[in-house]
Each structure stands twice: as structure tokens, then as C-alpha cells.
């Protein structure tokens, strides 16, 4: 009896939990996913991914701390601040080319600087939202700084009182001396007056981040709210600060940090541009990557062949080599050398040559003891060995390459030739030692060179003007660091080797790098004339002949001065494995997604 | 047992509080975190410099601005408490960063540590049974090469040879195997087997001549039905490698003359095949938790037929049972991602060239759980083998020498002498003994593992522990660096103690103190 | 965990060292390792000398020269009655980088950069670790538990991070001082296995024979038990120099170790990675440098501890039974670390 309840309990609890594990089991079951190759290759236009380096960290590319090349892309192909569907993009020639798909800006007039911006009436953001006038006064407040009313400490750079609202990337020069802009709703304008001539007037594009989402995410019951409140609160006043602003505090909250992102962001406004691209999927770091999808609303001229791009992030240079290889990513812009050319060659891969903005030049230091004496500095710079440098890192790449003749201007702008043939840093294209032991009279100053020891470059630049240097009896010292940055300027060196890379478009870095005292000007070099024309290239509208000629002079007088000496223009390479047409070089700090509505997938 | 360990954790606080100041001091003042600021020619430089020192007190001297960090850091190792381990220099909380890198490294490092931790432990196994036999030398050597082969080289190889070359070999018009390769591999794996087998050169002749025939078998098979692009095992595969399974669990735990153990393995066996069938339909629709489920069933019901059946030995023959079971499952289980295979490399976004080099997933893939499963092994594929390459050597000595040494105790030449079968000397009293060091050692390994691998995830672009330490380096960027620090230190430290716990555990002789 | 023999009578302890000797040089691939690895440091340095000290290869490993060859290494080992160009190094047997210099002088440099970092790092860890942890072991108590809670903080500090931190902050000093420094954190496993080894020869009664004769602290520890861990000194020292070359190699391939100009071989081997497939030599060179020597003491480090420790080397199933008595002793269980 015992026996047979025991048997009678066993048997039900068995039945039991094999009930429970199959009701479990329907639970855990999903539906047969649809095989991949029907998942819509009939409306599929492709996809074509590109690498980069660096990891998208934002959807914002304008505040400082998601000010990078990736971050830019995301901007660029969403339409905000740069780029279509915003007011106008820079080509790889560094033209401005207006768009004007949204809208359009003109120059109103030259004194006071007056500049209109139009709205088309059908312009629209990505989720179908109209585009208004709050639109470009919420990305003018922006960028003017106009409520903040902060004073800075001027050694350390620390606020020392007041408020900054909406943090930036770059600078609030130009936009600062703006008046609050005149705006007809109706017809769709904005109108922004200058307090003093801007020479990138023709850079400051408003059509940025959607104005509907900012009102939102600061509690504004709609976007004529916002305008209303832009309009009521007065002009920050660094003399007498006031309370921080609430509103005005959770609309930069949104603009300093809202933007960033670790995962795909759940809220869906983060991803409302202007632009033809709208992200799609998101993974952070090193290893993951970002895709784009086409912006539903997108009705500009151009359009995409294909509706799929992704971002990937590869840290590991040749790592984007094997990808490229193996399929992975289409389109990789390598750090051009011999080895990398010829790998992508060897297995078939398309290789599209340019020249990167960037130069690297050698600076003397003018307030160090060697270089007091103009003397030992036309002596140090007869020893540089240019064309040697220029065979052993460039030609191997670039074969027509040619020593840069020119501290302002790269060798494929237009305004080079004239350039070279005023300024005479041709006298310097081969070493001249008879000449430079001449000069030195024997004696043997010691220098050193600053230079980044992680740059392979600048290691054997170093290593081939010491050898060069050594024939004429100066005494080159290695002070190089791979901390080389913080101690640009600190005076610890003599020569260094470094880098610029400029915008390609735009003049504010004259005065930064050429002027007495400027933020960029590491080496303590000071002439008047200089600095009088770069305060000049400032205030100058519009006179694009006139910038030239400034620029030609800084270039004759450096080179009087024997400033330093620009040794070559970094090349660029771009290349794909034959799977993506109509890719084309692009040395701006976009890179080659300047045009994917140009790329077409190969065979189609 | 109780002050032990309590006297443990004080001391384990220390020395985390310790470790954490030299680690923020040596850290900070490893480089400056301004560099890319100060290199900037922005017009507005100064001021970001001001930001970020003014954001992340730089101004303050290291050894005081550990005192911030530490107040925030002790919330995150007491519950309940807001856990703030700062920020990075883009502003991002380093908890934000942490959780992601962690289960990167977790993904990265756990598949190559087991197998790392199985393949040396039979390796060194072998070894030491055939000490100075041909094998013996041939392992030694070969893991004396892996473990000197720095572990980027071991990366740029594979990728070169197994990603690339096995891609263009599969994508390629021509994708038989040709008669070399064919030839070459038989011959390997046929020597292969043939020294570990060792004895009279009679026997070694035999394994040569069947495990030739047999590789070669295989292989004209597997070109003949095109393998590499629509594998499967197919009914008469799972059914041999059942089978197989079955006879090796029933050998090595208690020996063929054990007629319940392998009765019990057979069933058990029958039963999982009789369940490929059964739930090809369960599986198209599967989710992970429906295999999760499914693999407890196997562990339950081969539980209860070595339970039925045991008889006298019922411990040994529900091992046995138990092993069958399980093992015969996962190769059912691994039979349907074979199947799901051609499905997966057809797809546009794989498009035949299924071994990646980079990343984590193929980007946009969608499909079920067996086509997502193939994408994660595609991408985890090459850096598994290359960490697993690098530990295996370690192991491999491990076992080896641990097993020497314990062959040489007494307790064996007392079992030898009583007349136990060299089987049952090598498998129950040797080889568990061998474990206990084997242990401590997995344990302190496993609290190692979430530093990541810097060199292993930088080459295949994967966004660990390693990487986020390296990158963050780079930059002097510290909170995230100290936030690595944390988590790897509070590792170290709880495997360590589970180490030495286990150790007192599993040998008696040594006492906790 | 395993012990030589403790022998109180010094001739005893020296034809123990004798036995020891002897077993190592039986142990042919051991020997032959260790030849190779003499060999490979005298190359090195009597290539392109040292310091001052000019070596007999006709360049150093600095000056660009014209290229010749297009950097092709001119090395060739196939004689010409095989079809080949004679067994020859010619001007530049390893090639030359890009601009110029020869590659053979700094692959030797990056050699000469090993050996000082593995002899370095090694001493400087070995003494360390040996001193810390004989006083652990020989006083415990308080000052064990002190010196042990100081390992604990080392070991949870990874090396790659520490040697990672330290290499940028002291990269730039030279070779050496990375070397010092790494070695100043890379003690702790040495300290750990002296101590237990001092724990267990502690109580052993030589010991209490030199401390009733009346030998002081210092004397019982350095001349008394120190002699009889040597063993375990020598082969934790060997793994240490074999790990030392991939941390010097790794931390230069991630750019924390040593810096361009100066050579090194996990340098090379970075710079030159995208090399691999267009101008394979400049990667195999300095790649094959770096195996080789790790290879090669790894050998002699398994050979060394052969020689200490010749009960594993005695095992055989057939003559287990036949195996002395005294050779079968168990081994003295691990001491717990607490």
C-alpha cells in the first residue's frame, strides 16, 4: 500500500515537472525567423561600410568634449552645423558649396557685416517636423555665447565668475559681436548683423540641431515658446553676472552632454537631423561601429545609390588592412606608407592618392640662446636635408611629390605658385654644408629637437637632418618625447618638428600662429610687420586677392626671418577593395564621406 | 575559520586601498592629460585647458586628488551606495564605460580559458604518461614555442592564414582540397596519433595504418559532399561520434568490464539520438533559454538512468551516464548550427567570407539564434585561438609536472602494488590529486582575466577591459583607469581567496590559518 | 612545491652543486640552449660593440645610408653550386629601413637591448624577491605578515599595467632604467617561493645547529638557508628572464617601452607590422630574435630545473620499484599561503 503510494507520488511528480519543463519550453520558443536572403534584398540599395580610427563618442560634434574626427562625420552626414541639408558643405577642393535643399544665406552687406538666412517653406527635419526660424536662433544662441556672462582667469583659462551655457568646441569669435537677430517668421528669414567684419562669416551655417527637440527635452510646452523666451532674456553681462539661468541651463544640458552616447540612444529626437543620413544602430568603442540609414524626408538633389552606411572603428591601422581585405569594410583611409600601398595593391584593393592638409615643417626658436643669432639660423636651416626626408617618407607614396615651398599655402591650391615664387624657401631645397660651415665660423652650437617619438615620421626627419646637421659642425640633441605637446613652447628645446593641419578653409589661424604672443606661436617669433597683417586678414571681407596677397607677405617675411622651414605635405590615401566606385580624396577633416551620394556599389 | 576569513577581508580592503593610491599616483604622473589640448591650435584652447583642469581638479596634486577619487570609489563597493568612480576626459561616467568593456573581455577570454585549461590539461596528461616519448619532447617544444610567441605575431598569422586564405579558399571558384593538402593532413594527424599511442612499433603501426585510412576517409567525404559550405555530422556522423562518446566515458571512468556502465552509457546515448529527431521542429524555433532548458532535461534524465541502473557502482555509472548524456548533446545541439551554417555564409552582409578579422558582430545581420550564434563564433573565432595558444603552453607544464609529481608518491606505488589496473591508478587516485594544484592555480588565472588582453583585443578591435585600459593610457586618462584598476584588483583579490579556500578544501594537509 | 635536500656539511653541499652540474649538462637540448643563448649575447655585442667599444660590423644602427638594393637584405645562405648568390651577408644582410639604416645593426641592437633588459630586470627581481622573501620566511610574525600584505598590493596590480605606467613614465631615460624599474615590480612570485621555502627550512635542524653554535640572523639566513633555495631561485629567475623579453616586447609594441631612435625589438616589429606582407624581412628579422632567445631559455630554464629537482626525471613506470628509498621521499607539502 505504502509501496504504491510512494510509486503513485513519484509517477505525479514526475509528470508534473515534465509538464512544467514543457510549458517552460513553449514559453522559451520564439518564431521562425525569415531567412536572411528574403529579409528584403529586394528593396535593399546595399550597404557600404568605411573605417575609422576613432570611435563616434556623440551625435554632436560642436561641444569640446565630443570635438572629434568621427563625432565631425556624425555631423556632417546628419546635416548639423556641416554638411547637406544643412546651408552648405566644403568640397575636396575646400570650396564652400551652398546647399539648398533647407535653405539659403546671402551677404546683405559688407559694412556693417549683414548676412540673411532663408528658409526653403518646405524645409524639413528627419522626423517630419517643419524647419522654422527657431531653428537658427536656437543654433545662433548657440554659437554666440550670447547669454553667457562668464569672466575667464586669463593664465589658467578657468571661469572665475558668471555662466558658460552651451560649451563649444570651437571659439564664440565673429558670432560674439552679433546683435540678437532680426526675424520674419513669415517669410522664413533670420538676419544677423556684426558687430565688427567676420572673414568666415561665410562658415557660420545655422542649421544645426532641431529646435523642436531642445523645447522638449527643457520643458517648453512648443517651439514658439522657446523662441519667445530666446528673445525675453537678456544678453549675459560679464560686469555684472547673474543667477544661472534654469531654462536656459537644461537647454545646454541637452547641447553639452545630451548628445553623447555608449549604447543607441532610446530617445528617438537624438537622431532627428537635416541631413540625407539618419543613425541607425549604434556600438561604442574600439570594435564597434555606427550605421546610417536615409533620412525618409531627404528630398535634395542628391541622393545615395545605396541605403546603408556604416562607420566602423578599428583602432589598429593594420587591422583596417586585413578588414579591407577580408570584405569587412569597403572603404579605409590608411596612414599612407609604402608598405600599406603596396599591401593594398598586392591583393587588389583601389587605391585613390591625395594630400592631406596637414605639412610638417621645422620651427626654430627664436628666444633660445643658438637661435638668437639670424646667422646660426640660415646656417641650421642650409643643413635641413629636404629632398632627402621627402624621398625616404613621401615618394614612396606619392611619386610626383615635391618639397613644400610654402608656410601658408599646400601644393594643390591655387594660390601655391604664386606663393613659392615670392617667398624664396626654394633657395633652400638642397642642403648647402660649404655654406652653413661658413656661417658658423667654427663654431659648434648645440640643438635640440623637439619632436612627437610616436610619430615614425618625425623620428626619421630627426634622425636624417642630425646626420645632415652633424657634416656642418652643429651638435643635435634628441629631445624628443612622445609627451612632445605639453612641451611645445616650455623652451626646453630649440628646433621642433611638428605638424599644422589647417581647415582648409577660413583665416583664423593667421594671428593664432604668426602673431607676437599667439596662441600657437610656440617659437617666440615676433616681427611687426607680421603682426599688423594678420591683425589686417582679420577685419578683411569678402577681398579673397587681398587675404592672398597678406598671406604671400607673412610667407616672404618668415622666410627673411628664417622662421623655420616647411618640409612636406602629408599625403593621403583612400582605399577601397573594388566593391564601391566613384570614392574621391578628401584632405578636410571630413574625410571620404564628403560624397557617398556619389558611391555607387561596383556591378550594379 | 571565521577570524580567517574576516582577517582576510580587512587585509584584502588594505591592500586594495593601498594598491589604489601607488596606481593613481604612478598613473598620474605618467604623462599630462592636457596634451591634445595643448597641440591644438584652437582659437579657444586656453579656455578648454581651463575647463578640463577645473572638471577634473587638475590642479590638485595626485596624492590629495586620490582622496576625492577613493570617497567616490568606496560607494561602489558598499551596496546600496551611489557608486561614482568620475569621469572621463570626454565627460562620460567611467560606470557608463565599465559594464560594456567588462562583458566584451568576459565574451573574449572565457571560450579561450576553458579550452586553454582542457586542451593542456590532456596534453600535459599524455605528456607525462609518455615522458621523453617523441610526444613528450614534441609537446614540450611546441609549448615552449607557443608560450615564447609574442601574442601579436601569433594575430597578424592567423589572420593572414586562417581568416583571409580560408575566405578566398571558400569564396573561390575552386574549393576542393586538393590532393597535397589532403595528403599532408592525413599524414599529420596520423603520426600525431600514432605517438601518443606510443608502445611496441607493432601498435604504432596499427593506429598509423587505421587513423590514416580513417582521416583520409573523412576528408575525401567532406570534399565529395562539398562540407565546408552546407556541413552537418547527418544522422550516420552523430550516430559513429555518439557512439565514440559513449565508449570513452565508459573507458575512462570505469573500464568496459563494467556491464551497468555500459548499459547506462548506451541508453543514455540511444536517448539523445532518438532526440535529434525528435527536435529538429523544436530547435527552428529555439531561443536560448529553450536549449538552456533543454540541456537541464538532458543533465536530469541521464542522472536517472545512471540512477536506475547504478546497482552497486552507482556514483561511477551515473558519471558515466551523465558524461554520455551531456557530451552527446552538445554535439546534437552543434549539429544544428552546422545546419545552420550555408544559411549564415550566404547572406549578403557575410557573402561567403564568413572568418572575421575585427569586431564583435557583422553589422545589420539578422536571423535566429543559430545564424546570430555563427556570427559571435565567425568574430570570436581568431582571438580565442590566439589566447588560447598563449595560456595553453602554461597548462601544459602545469599538468605535466604535477602528475610526475604525483606518480612519484607512495599512495600510487601502494595502489600499483595492491593491483589496481593502470587505468584506475592514472584516472581515480592520480589524477585527482593532480587537480588540486591544477585548482588553485584555474582559480588565480580566472582572477586575472578581466584585465583583458591589451595586445589581443587592439589587433581585432575589440572593446574590452585591455582596450579601454590602453586607450585611456594613451590619454592619461585616469578615472578610467582607475575604474580598470578596481574591478581587475577586486578580481585578483576574491579568486585569490576562493584559491587558497579551495586549496585548504581539496587537500586536507594544509590547514587555514 | 618541492625542496632539495638540506645537507649541514659544506662538502656535502658542494658535490650536491656538482650533482646538480652534472645533471644539467646531461641534459643535451638544456646544454645545447644554453650554448646558443652565449652565443646569440656575444654576436650581439661584439657586432656592433658597446658603448664607446666599436664592434666589428661595418655600421651602427643610427646613420641613414643611401639605400641600395631597395632596402633588400643582401644576406644569403645558398651557395652558389645550388643556383644561389654564395653564402655571404653583404652590405646589409637584414636590409635596411626606409631611410637607410642598416637593419642588421639594429636588429643586433634590439638583441643587445634584450639581453641588458632580461639580465637587469631578472637581477634586480630575483635580488628583490629573494631578500623579502628569506626575511618573511625566516622571521614571520609580524614582519612576514607586513611584507606579504606589500607582495599582496604588488601582485594586484597587473604587470602589463604597472610595466605599461612605468615604461612612460621612464621610456625616455634609456633602456636601463626601464629595465630597473620593471624589475623593481616584478618580484613578488620569487618572494612568495622563498618564503615558503624558508618557512619549511626553518625548522629543519641544521638551522638549529647554526643558531645554538651562535650564528647571527643574517648568517643562518644568507649562508645557511639560502644555499638550500637556490634551487628554487635559479628557476624562477630563468621563467622570469623568458618573461621578461615579451614584457620589454609587448610594452614596446604598445609604444610604453623603449623609443625610436633607440632600438628594440618589439619596436621593430610595431613599426614594421604593415611591413609584413610587401617587405616581409623587416617584420621576420627582428620577430624571429624575439622567439629565439625566450625559446631558448625557457629550455634552459626547464633543464635547470630538472637538475634541482631529478625525482620528476627518475620516474619511470618500469622502475618505479626499483627507485631508492630516499629519492621517493613525498614532497614537503606546500606551505599555505595565508
Redesign the interface.
Given at each position: 500500500m505504502t509501496n504504491t503510494n510512494r510509486w503513485r507520488g513519484r509517477a505525479l511528480a514526475g509528470v508534473a515537472v515534465a509538464a512544467g519543463a514543457a510549458l517552460a519550453l513553449a514559453g522559451c520558443t520564439t518564431t521562425p525567423a525569415p531567412s536572411e536572403s528574403e529579409g528584403g534584398d529586394a528593396t535593399t540599395g546595399g550597404t557600404i561600410s568605411i573605417a575609422q580610427t576613432n570611435a563616434a563618442t556623440a551625435l554632436n560634434s560642436g561641444t569640446p568634449d565630443t570635438n572629434l574626427n568621427t563625432n565631425g562625420m556624425v555631423d556632417y552626414l546628419m546635416g548639423a552645423g556641416t554638411g547637406p541639408g544643412s546651408f552648405m558643405y566644403v568640397d575636396n577642393e575646400f570650396n564652400i558649396v551652398p546647399d539648398e535643399t533647407n535653405g539659403t544665406m546671402e551677404l546683405i552687406s559688407d559694412d556693417p557685416l549683414t548676412v540673411q538666412y532663408t528658409l526653403n517653406p518646405d524645409a524639413v527635419w528627419s522626423d517630419g517636423t517643419e524647419m522654422t526660424t527657431t531653428d537658427l536662433l536656437l543654433s545662433w544662441a548657440i554659437g554666440s555665447g550670447y547669454y553667457d556672462d562668464a569672466t575667464f582667469d586669463p593664465a589658467t583659462g578657468e571661469v572665475t565668475e558668471g555662466n558658460v551655457y552651451f560649451q563649444l568646441a570651437g571659439s564664440t569669435a565673429g558670432l560674439d559681436t552679433t546683435a540678437f537677430p532680426e526675424i520674419d517668421e513669415e517669410a522664413g528669414t533670420l538676419t544677423l548683423t556684426y558687430g565688427e567684419p567676420y572673414v568666415d562669416w561665410n562658415l557660420v551655417n545655422l542649421i544645426n540641431k532641431p529646435a523642436h527637440v531642445f523645447a522638449e527635452a527643457a520643458g517648453f510646452g512648443s517651439v514658439e515658446e522657446l523662441a519667445t523666451f530666446l528673445e525675453e532674456t537678456p544678453e549675459g553681462n560679464p560686469e555684472s553676472p547673474a543667477e544661472p539661468n534654469e531654462q536656459l541651463t537644461s537647454l545646454a544640458e541637452l547641447w553639452n552632454t545630451g548628445y553623447n552616447i555608449t549604447a543607441m540612444p532610446e530617445d528617438e529626437g537624438l537622431l532627428v537631423g537635416a541631413g540625407m543620413w539618419i543613425p541607425k544602430d549604434f556600438q561604442a568603442d574600439d570594435g564597434g561601429f555606427i550605421s546610417f540609414g536615409l533620412n525618409p524626408e531627404w528630398r535634395g538633389e542628391m541622393t545615395p545609390s545605396f541605403d546603408e552606411l556604416i562607420i566602423r572603428f578599428i583602432g589598429d591601422p593594420n587591422a583596417q588592412i586585413s578588414a579591407l581585405q577580408n570584405g569587412e569594410v569597403d572603404v579605409i583611409e590608411p596612414q599612407p606608407s609604402a608598405d600599406t600601398v603596396a599591401a593594398i595593391d598586392g591583393f587588389g584593393g583601389t587605391l585613390i592618392e591625395g594630400a592631406q592638409l596637414s605639412y610638417d615643417h621645422l620651427d626654430l626658436t627664436f628666444n633660445s640662446e643658438v637661435f638668437s643669432d639670424p646667422a646660426v639660423r640660415e646656417a641650421f636651416l642650409l643643413t635641413i636635408p629636404r629632398q632627402q626626408i621627402l624621398e625616404a617618407i613621401v615618394t614612396p607614396v606619392q611619386e610626383d611629390a615635391e618639397v613644400l615651398n610654402s608656410q601658408q599655402f599646400v601644393s594643390n591650391q591655387p594660390q601655391y605658385a604664386d606663393a613659392v615664387a615670392a617667398n624664396g624657401y626654394s633657395d633652400f631645397a638642397e642642403p648647402d654644408i660649404e655654406r652653413a660651415t661658413e656661417l658658423l665660423a667654427g663654431a659648434t652650437p648645440t640643438v635640440r629637437i623637439l619632436y612627437n617619438t610616436e610619430n615614425p615620421n618625425r623620428v626619421d626627419a630627426f634622425q636624417l637632418i642630425q646626420a645632415s646637421a652633424q657634416q656642418a659642425g652643429f651638435v643635435v640633441e634628441d629631445a624628443g618625447s612622445p609627451d612632445w605637446s605639453s612641451l611645445l613652447g616650455s623652451g626646453d628645446y630649440d628646433a621642433s618638428i611638428f605638424g599644422w593641419i589647417s581647415p582648409g578653409v577660413g583665416y583664423a589661424s593667421l594671428p593664432q600662429i604668426w602673431q607676437t604672443n599667439g596662441g600657437g606661436n610656440y617659437n617666440g617669433y615676433s616681427n611687426a610687420e607680421v603682426d599688423a597683417l594678420a591683425d589686417e586678414s582679420q577685419v578683411t571681407i569678402d577681398d579673397e586677392e587681398r587675404l592672398t596677397e597678406i598671406q604671400i607677405e607673412i610667407d616672404r617675411l618668415s622666410r627673411e626671418d628664417f622662421y623655420g622651414l616647411p618640409l612636406f605635405q602629408t599625403p593621403g590615401l583612400v582605399a577601397t577593395n573594388g566593391t564601391v566606385e566613384g570614392v574621391v580624396y578628401n584632405g578636410g577633416q571630413t574625410g571620404a564621406i564628403w560624397n557617398t551620394w556619389e558611391w555607387t556599389l561596383a556591378g550594379e | 575559520m571565521l577570524s580567517?576569513v574576516v582577517r582576510r577581508i580587512i587585509?584584502s580592503i588594505?591592500?586594495?586601498v593601498?594598491?589604489s593610491f601607488?596606481?593613481y599616483v604612478?598613473?598620474a604622473?605618467?604623462?599630462?592629460p592636457?596634451?591634445?589640448l595643448?597641440?591644438s ?14 572638471r577634473l581638479s587638475l590642479?590638485v596634486p595626485p596624492p590629495l586628488r586620490w582622496f576625492q577619487w577613493a570617497a567616490g570609489a568606496a560607494g561602489c563597493l558598499v551596496p546600496f551606495a551611489s557608486c561614482d568612480l568620475g569621469v572621463n576626459?570626454?565627460?562620460?561616467p567611467v560606470t557608463?564605460?565599465l559594464p560594456?568593456?567588462v562583458a566584451?573581455t568576459v565574451r573574449l577570454v572565457a571560450a579561450s580559458t576553458i579550452l586553454a585549461i582542457l586542451l593542456g590539461v590532456i596534453t600535459g596528461i599524455v605528456s607525462a604518461l609518455r615522458?621523453y616519448s617523441a610526444f613528450d619532447l614534441g609537446m614540450?617544444f611546441f609549448s615552449?614555442?607557443l ?7 601569433a594575430a597578424?598569422l592567423l589572420?593572414?592564414f586562417i581568416?583571409?586564405d580560408f575566405?578566398n579558399w571558400l569564396s573561390g571558384a575552386d574549393s576542393s582540397f586538393g590532393l597535397v593538402p589532403t595528403i599532408v593532413i592525413t599524414l599529420v594527424v596520423a603520426f600525431f596519433l600514432q605517438a601518443i599511442v606510443a608502445g611496441s612499433m607493432k601498435n604504432r603501426l596499427i593506429t598509423f595504418g587505421v587513423s590514416a585510412a580513417a582521416t583520409l576517409g573523412v576528408l575525401l567525404y567532406m570534399d565529395a559532399t562539398n562540407w565546408f559550405q552546407s556541413p552537418g555530422l547527418g544522422p550516420v556522423g552523430l550516430l559513429i561520434l555518439i557512439a565514440g562518446v559513449a565508449f570513452v566515458a565508459v573507458v575512462l571512468v570505469t573500464g568496459l568490464g563494467n556491464r551497468r556502465a555500459l548499459l547506462a552509457a548506451g541508453i543514455t546515448g540511444a536517448i539523445a539520438y532518438a532526440a535529434y529527431f525528435a527536435l529538429q521542429g523544436?530547435f527552428?524555433?529555439?531561443?536560448i533559454?529553450?536549449i538552456?532548458?533543454?540541456g537541464?532535461?538532458t543533465a536530469v534524465v541521464s542522472f536517472a538512468v545512471g540512477w536506475v541502473l547504478g546497482g552497486n557502482d552507482r556514483s561511477q555509472v551515473i558519471r558515466v551516464a551523465m558524461i554520455t548524456g551531456i557530451v552527446s548533446g552538445l554535439l546534437v545541439v552543434a549539429d544544428r548550427y552546422l545546419q545552420a551554417w550555408s544559411?549564415?555564409i550566404?547572406?549578403?552582409?557575410i557573402?561567403n567570407?564568413p ?7 557583422t ?7 543559430w545564424?546570430m550564434g555563427l556570427d559571435t563564433f565567425t568574430h570570436f573565432l581568431l582571438p580565442t585561438i590566439a589566447l588560447t595558444l598563449i595560456s595553453f603552453a602554461g597548462y601544459t607544464r602545469y599538468a605535466r609536472?604535477g602528475l610526475?609529481?604525483v606518480?612519484?608518491?607512495?599512495y600510487i606505488?601502494t595502489a600499483?602494488a595492491k593491483g589496481l589496473s593502470e587505468r584506475t591508478v592514472v584516472m581515480r587516485h592520480a589524477f585527482r590529486n593532480m587537480l588540486i594544484?591544477i585548482t588553485t592555480i584555474v582559480a588565480a588565472d580566472i582572477g586575472?582575466l578581466l584585465?583583458g588582453a591589451?595586445?589581443t ?7 574590452g577591459m585591455g ?5 585611456s593610457?594613451?590619454r592619461v586618462d585616469l578615472n578610467p583607469i582607475m575604474g580598470y584598476?578596481l574591478v581587475?584588483?577586486v578580481t585578483?583579490?576574491l579568486f585569490?581567496f576562493i584559491a587558497?579556500l579551495s586549496?585548504?578544501l581539496l587537500?586536507p ?5 | 612545491m618541492t625542496t632539495t635536500a638540506p645537507t649541514d656539511d659544506q662538502r656535502a653541499g658542494e658535490s650536491q652543486g656538482r650533482l646538480i652540474l652534472k645533471r644539467f649538462s646531461r641534459n643535451g637540448i638544456a646544454m645545447v640552449s644554453l650554448a646558443l643563448l652565449l652565443l646569440l649575447f656575444v654576436f650581439s655585442v661584439s657586432a656592433i660593440g658597446l658603448g664607446p667599444i666599436p664592434g666589428w660590423w661595418k655600421h651602427d644602427y643610427v646613420t641613414p645610408l643611401p639605400p641600395a638594393e631597395g632596402g633588400r637584405p643582401t644576406l644569403s645562405l645558398i651557395p652558389e653550386w645550388l643556383g644561389g648568390a654564395g653564402i655571404m651577408l653583404g652590405e646589409h644582410p637584414f636590409g635596411q629601413n626606409r631611410i637607410g639604416v642598416d637593419y642588421f645593426a639594429q636588429t643586433m641592437r634590439g638583441v643587445q637591448n634584450s639581453f641588458l633588459v632580461i639580465v637587469l630586470l631578472a637581477g634586480v627581481a630575483t635580488v628583490l624577491g629573494t631578500v623579502v622573501g628569506a626575511i618573511a620566511g625566516y622571521y614571520r610574525g609580524w614582519v612576514d605578515a607586513v611584507l606579504m600584505r606589500i607582495t599582496d598590493v604588488f601582485i594586484v596590480i597587473p604587470a602589463i599595467v604597472i610595466g605599461a605606467v612605468v615604461g612612460r613614465m621612464t621610456g625616455g631615460l634609456g633602456v636601463q632604467w626601464l629595465a630597473i624599474t620593471l624589475g623593481l615590480v616584478a618580484w613578488m612570485g620569487i618572494a612568495r617561493l622563498v618564503r615558503a621555502e624558508f618557512l619549511s627550512l626553518r625548522e629543519r635542524e641544521f638551522v638549529e645547529a647554526a643558531r645554538v653554535a651562535g650564528a647571527s640572523d643574517m648568517r643562518i639566513i644568507f649562508k645557511h638557508i639560502l644555499p638550500n633555495a637556490v634551487g628554487v631561485v635559479i628557476v624562477a629567475a630563468s621563467l622570469i628572464a623568458a618573461a621578461a623579453i615579451l614584457l620589454e616586447t609587448g610594452l614596446s609594441f604598445l609604444g610604453y617601452g623603449i623609443r625610436a631612435p633607440e632600438s628594440s625589438l618589439g619596436l621593430l616589429v610595431s613599426q614594421n607590422q604593415s611591413a609584413f606582407a610587401t617587405r616581409p624581412w623587416l617584420f621576420w628579422f627582428p620577430a624571429a630574435f624575439i622567439v629565439i632567445p625566450a625559446l631558448l631559455i625557457n629550455f634552459v630554464g626547464d633543464g635547470l630545473r630538472d637538475a634541482f629537482d631529478p625525482r620528476q626525471r627518475r620516474f619511470s613506470r618500469r622502475r618505479t620499484k626499483e627507485m631508492p628509498q630516499a629519492e621517493a621521499l613525498p614532497a614537503v607539502p606546500a606551505e599555505q599561503k595565508s
Open positions: - | 580567517f587585509a588594505l591592500t586594495l593601498v594598491a601607488i596606481m604612478l598613473t604622473n605618467s604623462g599630462n592636457l596634451q591634445d595643448l597641440a591650435n584652437a582659437p579657444n584652447a586656453q579656455q578648454l585647458i581651463g575647463q578640463r583642469t577645473e590642479d576626459l570626454n565627460f562620460t557608463a564605460l560594456g568593456a566584451s615522458q614540450t615552449f614555442f608560450y615564447s610567441l609574442p601574442s601579436f605575431l597578424v589572420k593572414e581568416a583571409i575566405n523544436l527552428d524555433i529555439s531561443t533559454w529553450t538552456a532548458i533543454l537541464l532535461a544559411t549564415y550566404a547572406s549578403p552582409r557573402n567570407r572568418i572575421a578579422t575585427v569586431g564583435e558582430q553589422v545589420g545581420l539578422t536571423g535566429d539564434m545564424v609536472a610526475l609529481e606518480l612519484n608518491q607512495d606505488r600499483r594544484p586575472a584585465g591589451i595586445i583585443e587592439r589587433v581585432f578591435a575589440i572593446s582596450s579601454l585600459f590602453a586607450v593610457l594613451d584598476f581587475i584588483a585578483a583579490i585569490n587558497d586549496y585548504a587537500d594537509r594544509v590547514r587555514v590559518k | -
